[in-house]
Structure formats: C-alpha cells, structure tokens
C-alpha cells in the first residue's frame, strides 16, 4: 500500500468511533465523514443506519461516495424522507445519532462558531451558517467533530460566534463534545477542557500544541494512533471512494478546484 494519506487518517478514526446498530447523522457536504461510516458499516458495524440531511431520510444501504448523483441515492433508497423541520424537531431527538460536525473556530471548552470571523456584519469571512447545530449541540449527547487541517486558525482562545454548544455552566442536557479528530491526531474532553488522547505516529506531541491556538492539555497516556490496516485502505480507495471526493475536505485553492472539476468530469463520463 502507498502511504496514507491524512483524509484515510480521519476516515479511519471516524469509523472507529462507531459502534453496531447506531444511527449516523451527516450534514451536506461532510465525505470524510460519510466515508468513515461506510467503512464501520462494512468492517465491524453492518447494523448502522445513515441520517442524513440530504432528502431528510434515513437509510440502511450505502453507495460509493459521489457528487452529482447524492440526492437521487437518498430520494431512492431512504426508508423514509420527512423533511427537515420533522428530521429535526421529531427523528432526532427520538433517534438520537451520533453526529461529526465540522467547526470553522473551536475553543477549548469545545465551544464552535460556523457563522462568520469577525464583525458579524461587516465579517472577514461568512461561514456557511449554523444550520441545525444549535438546536441539536444543546441537548445531544453523542457531539463529535472533526477538523481537516489543524491549525491556530480553527483552534482559537475565544470563537467570534458559538454556534455549538460545549462544556459550559449554563447547560441544562447533554454533554457537549465527546471527541475531536483532525488531520494530526485524536482529542477528547477531560474535566471540560480538550485533550490531546492519540497522534499521528508521524507527527510530535509538540507539533500539535504549537498548532493549538490555546493550552491544549495531553493525556497522560497519550499514544500513536494504530494505522489503519491494508483492508480498510483498500476499501476506502476501490469501493467506498474510487473518485477521491473525501480528499476535497483537506485541500484547498487550486487543487481543491481541480480535483473537484476531476471528479465531474469523471462521473459525467460514466452516465
């Protein structure tokens, strides 16, 4: 096998965090973590069921990771599509899923803004908006995230806006954040403060702090993460995702833009 690649670190992490027969939410645009629970549905947990916020539906099946033919996978195969003011306000909180989302900022507490970095009227850059996390950060127990590239710039002090709930004072349900996992390692929350618990094998303890825009606290038996082995590689790259659209999530600028205009091209070819 080549050498993994930081999109199969995440990937795999994520399934990892999986157990048989839950049900799995995902956003709209969040391959990595979708790629990660197809790989948990077809290694150690066959019983898991997909949510999603594509067509609101819930589903049993999965097919290969895709841009331009989601929605039809979803408006065809779910058990049932009930709209999003019913996903949100009756499935999910019956259901109640286990979901990654994926903050812009992330403080300490696990506190996380997706709505803009600055001035919220006049911001240095609009986000792509809260859309459910508010309402369901504030009573879920099951919160997991994950960052594509760590960094200072994600990783802040204070975040300009919360958007998602975490380990604060004034929460009456739920946890807050269980786990992070980013492109160097793997995080939790001890005593309502981030934790480093895992790392790349490849990447020093003190890489991860000085890329951490606050005091990022490490576990006492802090280790590498176990790689993943050749059969879930071998998933990841031929079935789950033969097209690379997980890697969109860890690349940005002009190789973002190619490799997306690649994968278009690719399955317009295959109609």
């Not at 709505?115 to 919160?143: C, E, K, M, N, Q």
Request: contains cysteine.
């Amino acid at each position: 096998m080549t050498a993994i690649t930081p999109d199969e670190w995440i990937c795999t992490c994520i399934a990892r965090q999986v157990r048989d027969g839950e049900v799995l939410a995902q956003g709209i645009n969040t391959p990595l973590v979708m790629a990660g629970y197809i790989l948990a549905k077809l290694t150690h947990a066959p019983q898991v069921q997909f949510a999603s916020a594509i067509a609101q539906g819930i589903c049993q099946s999965w097919r290969p990771l895709s841009i331009l033919h989601n929605e039809a996978f979803w408006l065809r195969d779910s058990l049932m599509n009930v709209g999003f003011a019913t996903a949100t306000s009756d499935l999910l909180p019956a259901y109640t899923p286990k979901e990654f989302f994926r903050p812009a900022q992330i403080d300490s507490r696990g506190n996380f803004n997706n709505i803009a970095f600055g001035d919220y009227h006049r911001p240095t850059l609009r986000l792509p908006g809260a859309g459910g996390i508010p309402d369901v950060t504030v009573y879920s127990d099951h919160i997991y995230l994950y960052v594509p590239r760590h960094s200072r710039v994600t990783f802040v002090e204070k975040v300009d806006y919360i958007s998602g709930l975490g380990h604060s004072d004034q929460r009456t349900r739920g946890a807050g954040a269980r786990y992070l996992v980013s492109d160097l390692g793997e995080f939790d929350w001890h005593d309502g403060h981030m934790r480093l618990i895992r790392h790349r094998p490849d990447v020093s303890i003190e890489r991860i702090i000085a890329k951490t825009g606050f005091r990022l606290q490490v576990a006492p038996d802090v280790c590498p993460i176990t790689p993943p082995a050749d059969d879930e590689l071998h998933l990841l790259r031929v079935q789950i995702d033969p097209l690379n659209i997980r890697k969109l999530e860890t690349l940005g600028g002009a190789e973002r833009k190619a490799l997306l205009r690649q994968i278009i091209e690719t399955e317009q070819s295959q109609a």
